[in-house]
């Protein structure tokens, strides 16, 4: 896994600045517990799930970015605001009814986005404790 020192070598910038309102929102619809992260709980869902687009190629990061742009413009066209300031409940159903699309890539677009963020909260070693992960790299001898 990449450390932060090696992330921002490897990512110009950070991966998620051009569209950190709306991933947060997004990750708080898809998490909803994520909306009582504070300013380093985001910092450490952000930067897991830039390490794993990251590890993408540069086409499939650009893809993932985009669709997250997409979200947004389907927020404006539809409530007339950007995802990040709908309530969550709305966020909710308009992801929803993406997930439900019968376009297939508009789906998978939605579980992948998903995955990003629930990732990048039960990731962090807060988030493991939250829902009583106990795994240790020693092995079962580490839990007794």
Same mark, same amino acid.
């Given at each position: 896994m990449l450390g932060p020192d090696t992330l921002a070598r490897t990512v110009p910038g950070h991966l998620l600045d051009? $569209?950190?309102?709306?991933? @947060?929102?997004?990750?708080?619809a898809f998490v909803p517990d994520a909306a009582s992260l504070d300013? =380093?709980?985001?910092?450490?869902l952000e930067r897991i799930a830039a390490e794993a687009i990251a590890a993408r190629p540069p086409a499939?990061?650009?893809? $993932?970015?985009?669709?997250? @742009?997409?979200l947004n413009g389907l927020s404006l066209l539809r409530h007339l605001r950007p995802?990040? =300031?709908l309530d969550r409940a709305r966020r909710t159903r308009l992801l929803e009814a993406?997930?439900?699309?019968?376009?297939?890539?508009?789906?998978r677009g939605v579980w992948g986005l998903r995955t990003l963020?629930?990732?990048?909260?039960?990731?962090r070693p807060e988030g493991q404790a939250?829902?009583?992960?106990?795994?240790?790299p020693s092995g079962w001898e580490a839990r007794t």
């Open positions: 051009p $569209v950190r309102p709306t991933f @947060r929102a997004l990750a708080e300013a =380093r709980g985001w910092e450490e499939m990061q650009r893809q $993932v970015l985009l669709f997250v @742009r997409v995802l990040h =300031r993406v997930g439900r699309s019968p376009v297939l890539l508009l789906r963020a629930m990732m990048g909260y039960y990731a939250a829902v009583g992960y106990r795994a240790h």
